[in-house]
């Protein structure tokens, strides 16, 4: 048995011996070795070479032999040949077959970027050097506490103790091992032979070097008369190429896992999956990512105080819910640190009360939160991946690749993350009522059926027929002036927060918007006719259906909105006239011809519109190209004294704002106002910046559009109820049509869920943005301030709904 340090490659080719080959080799010797290979069939095998049978492996004698074989063939050899000349010739050839060996294996790997298949030429390679019964690769798991036999003939994928037994002792020291009968040795563990079947008598074990340190270890079991230093020094050199092999291949493993998580994720985001699609990509990433045994992907639920799974290899703990702060995942929830923890049984946090319900055991564990998406980034999601594979812990390796995959779950997250909040009402509901998912469709499904809901949501004096029937279309144009039928005051009623606009007709509503274009004084300063304008109007009105809720109250409400924030939010100084003129358009045709349904119903039933429009922002295309349509035609073009290119940039604008009020677009303008109001020593936005005027014209059409629960409750309560309303009509018609209910419409004549939806809604939509426009203009603070005592009252009434239950 030795043990000594690894020897140089140098030590394979030793120059002394060509030198004593090149002075002692008879001439007729090479005569007679060129006769015996001149009658020889080619051989495709190396004499003596055993194989794993790896597919596609090229034979080692085939290659070329390079500069170190050259020095072996033209030898000339003197007369006086000594007894020993044909032994030392067989010695040089034997040689020569091995640095082919090596030369094959550094050529045969190097554009193979598979691990396994790399580990696989390694193999096949040593066999040909050293004649073994039994030839194995370990590798050393990144926290180097064990190692796994990727490649052997018996074993494969079995990890082992880094610290036990001859592989554990090389791994260690970086010494080599030849032992000549392993069951005298102490430092041998049978458990292996145990496991196999297998009888280990001698062996040679080397490790296996890249980047300065061991990456593993390879292991030779088994030769008649025991191994030898000759067997020591190939499996030294071969180790010596395999090393970088070996690593590159690990590196290049790792980023492929890495950027196949990402592209999942991105993939989901941009094709507009729904949030349990999202959240079952994430999770299967995840595993791939980090290779972990378990992996549970948590939403924060905020309003309760907890968090629950909602996707987890074991159903028994789908849903489940933990208070925040408790456990590991509940103290992310709260802080939003990283966890990384090595022992879980030896960490006071953690919480093993899951591992008891389902038999299994923790060891270690990563949990990482996604970020929120606004200026407190309280994480809206908690991803936790439990005992990594082939080592004892996650690593810092880990924990960045975690960071950068969770920050573009968050961006995949930001669009739908009210049906996130909302899938978590579902779940809520089935807990409560204990029944399976199916009867639980079942029993709302029935309720979806009804056409009329619950009265409480009906405001008695609508002025608005809900009967689902188009409305009736009036001649487009008016025999008098507006201003004669409208019952609007002079003193501009219309210049409040609180206008009840429900009180008035639609006539009442087109004299109204008019009145917005002459108080500020658009249509002088832009060379606009009245009349082109008022028929803009009402065409404009003329396209919104008798749906609940999208209808051309909707379409007035954000237009008054946008006019408030301009007239009153500072917001008209970072804009010109032409930018003026264009959001008030853009804000009252932004749902133009809106069929009371949503975007993800139009593509599952591959509706025209979905068709036309690609499956992508299906409504928001159409209220746009409805809104060009309608400002092409004659009567209608408000620009046609414009200058071409004033007119091609209001076009720009319009179609800019509508299509911004797409929600999966939502966080963008979220992100945007925090980032713009966060700079320092600059305005958060630059009146002589064409790209910053049109972005604050789509941020202000957004957030007028998302206005409804920043209003007084005359206003507010009214919108509410007809939202409501349509969303259940919406899955009535998906029951009928066979198509899967949106989850956030589900069981809305509950009062409970139909408070949490908006209280959900209001805190992690509509607030968002809302603040982000308020640190841009602080006059908007105080629709903040409405939103935020409306929240206040969702969270009263739903205080008030647990002490009638309980």
Request: include cysteine.
């Amino acid at each position: 048995m030795s043990d000594s340090r690894i020897l140089p490659f140098s030590a394979l080719i030793p120059t002394v011996l060509c030198c004593v080959v090149a002075s002692t080799i008879s001439a007729a010797v090479v005569a007679r070795y060129s006769q015996d290979r001149s009658s020889d069939p080619p051989s495709k095998t190396p004499p003596g070479t055993k194989t794993t049978g790896t597919a596609g492996m090229q034979d080692p004698q085939s290659s070329s032999p390079g500069a170190v074989t050259s020095l072996v063939l033209p030898l000339k050899v003197p007369d006086d040949v000594g007894d020993n000349a044909i032994e030392i010739f067989k010695q040089v050839k034997e040689y020569r077959r091995k640095i082919e060996v090596l030369l094959y294996m550094q050529e045969a790997v190097v554009n193979v970027m598979d691990f396994t298949r790399v580990l696989g030429i390694i193999v096949d390679c040593a066999y040909s050097i050293v004649p073994a019964d039994r030839i194995s690769v370990m590798v050393l798991s990144d926290d180097r506490k064990s190692m796994t036999v990727f490649v052997s003939k018996d074993v494969k994928s079995l990890c082992i103790s880094s610290t036990k037994g001859v592989a554990g002792y090389v791994a260690t020291t970086g010494l080599k091992l030849n032992i000549k009968d392993a069951y005298e040795d102490p430092r041998f563990d049978s458990t292996v032979d145990d496991e196999v079947g297998f009888k280990t008598k001698s062996l040679v074990c080397v490790p296996i070097l890249a980047g300065g340190g061991v990456v593993g270890v390879i292991q030779a079991c088994n030769k008649k008369g025991g191994f030898d230093e000759e067997d020591e020094r190939g499996l030294e050199a071969l180790s010596l190429s395999a090393g970088s092999a070996i690593r590159k291949a690990q590196l290049y493993a790792s980023a492929i896992r890495k950027s196949n998580a990402i592209l999942n994720v991105v993939r989901c985001r941009t094709s507009g999956a729904s949030i349990p699609d999202l959240i079952n990509v994430v999770t299967r990433s995840t595993y791939n990512l980090l290779l972990a045994e378990r992996v549970s992907v948590y939403l924060v639920d905020r309003i309760k105080g907890e968090i629950w799974i909602c996707v987890s290899k074991d159903p028994s703990i789908s849903g489940l819910t933990l208070p925040i702060g408790r456990g590991i995942s509940g103290q992310v929830a709260k802080d939003g640190k990283t966890i990384n923890v090595k022992d879980c049984y030896t960490d006071d946090r953690f919480d093993n009360s899951c591992d008891k319900k389902t038999g299994f055991v923790t060891r270690s564990m990563l949990c990482m939160a996604v970020p929120g998406f606004d200026d407190e980034s309280k994480p809206v999601a908690v991803i936790q991946a439990i005992n990594k594979l082939g080592a004892k812990s996650f690593d810092d390796e880990d924990e960045e690749a975690l960071s950068a995959f969770c920050n573009e779950v968050k961006m995949a997250m930001r669009g739908n993350f009210l049906e996130a909040a909302l899938l978590k009402l579902e779940s809520d509901q089935k807990r409560q009522t204990h029944i399976d998912g199916t009867s639980y469709l079942r029993e709302f499904g029935a309720m979806f059926g009804r056409t009329v809901v619950s009265e409480d949501l009906i405001e008695p004096n609508s002025p608005t027929s809900w009967g689902g029937k188009k409305q009736t279309k009036v001649n487009r144009r008016l025999s008098v002036p507006w201003n004669a039928h409208s019952t609007v005051g002079e003193d501009q009623e219309f210049d409040d927060y609180g206008f009840d606009l429900f009180s008035k007709s639609r006539d009442d509503l087109c004299a109204v918007v008019f009145s917005f274009f002459e108080d500020l004084n658009l249509c002088d300063r832009l060379n606009v006719d009245d009349d082109i304008l008022q028929n803009l109007i009402l065409a404009i009105f003329e396209t919104y259906n008798d749906v609940p809720f999208h209808n051309y109250y909707h379409a007035f409400s954000v237009c008054h909105m946008t006019y408030m924030m301009i007239r009153h939010c500072d917001c008209a100084r970072y804009l010109t006239s032409l930018d003026i003129f264009s959001a008030l358009i853009a804000a009252l045709s932004h749902d133009a011809d809106h069929p009371g349904v949503s975007n993800s119903y139009l593509v599952a039933m591959q509706k025209p519109l979905a068709v036309v429009h690609n499956d992508d922002a299906v409504l928001e295309r159409h209220h746009a190209s409805t809104t060009t349509r309608i400002l092409a035609e004659d009567d209608n073009n408000v620009f046609a004294k414009m200058d071409p290119g004033d007119h091609r940039h209001a076009r720009k604008v319009i179609l800019t704002a509508i299509l911004g009020t797409d929600m999966s677009r939502h966080m963008e303008h979220v992100t945007a106002l925090h980032e713009r109001a966060d700079r320092r020593d600059t305005t958060p936005f630059e009146r002589a910046s064409l790209k910053d005027r049109i972005s604050l014209v789509s941020n202000i059409v957004h957030c007028a559009d998302l206005s409804a629960q920043t209003l007084p409750s005359v206003v507010s309560e009214v919108f509410e109820g007809r939202l409501m309303e349509e969303f259940s009509q919406q899955s009535s018609k998906e029951e009928e049509d066979g198509c899967a209910v949106s989850t956030f419409m589900k069981g809305l004549e509950n009062k409970r869920k139909r408070c949490e939806l908006q209280l959900n809604f209001v805190s992690a939509i509509a607030l968002p943005l809302w603040r982000g426009m308020a640190k841009c203009f602080p006059k908007c603070s105080e629709r903040v301030e409405r939103g935020e005592e409306i929240l206040k009252n969702y969270e009263r009434i739903l205080a008030e709904i647990d002490e009638i239950e309980t």
